[in-house]
């Protein structure tokens, strides 16, 4: 089992970088593949970026792709979202989400789940 909690949101201008870091628990972290996703007030939870296990293989949805980079440093049990060229549209709370599998964009197939970071964008 692991455990996970999101931090580094806020509120930022349009064009603006955030970090956004997910730190988990537990001895096991190399062994879950991770994902992000982002939840808009009145949307459903939308696929961002994931990771797998070794750190070794990412990807993204086309709507991040070229400004988000996902990663991970599984010594210090933290994966982290790096967030540039923020737009109005990037508004969500984001989510991390970590499985004992393969990655996938699919939020049905993980397990468990932190407890979100609100991440605002204004124009």
């Known amino acids: 089992q692991v455990q996970l909690v999101e931090s580094g949101g806020g509120l930022v201008q349009a064009g603006d970088s955030l970090r956004l870091s997910c730190a988990a628990s537990g001895r096991t972290f190399s062994r879950y593949s991770l994902g992000w996703f982002r939840q808009a007030p009145g949307k459903e939870r939308e696929y961002v970026a994931r990771v797998s296990r070794g750190g070794t293989d990412t990807y993204y949805a086309d709507s991040v792709k070229g400004r988000f980079t996902i990663s991970r440093d599984n010594a210090k049990n933290t994966a982290y979202l790096q967030m540039n060229s923020l737009k109005p549209e990037d508004t969500a709370v984001y989510y991390c989400?970590?499985?004992?599998?393969?990655?996938?964009?699919?939020?049905?197939?993980?397990?468990?789940w932190g407890q979100g970071t609100q991440v605002t964008v204004s124009s």
């Open positions: 989400a970590a499985r004992a599998g393969s990655s996938s964009s699919d939020y049905g197939a993980y397990e468990y």
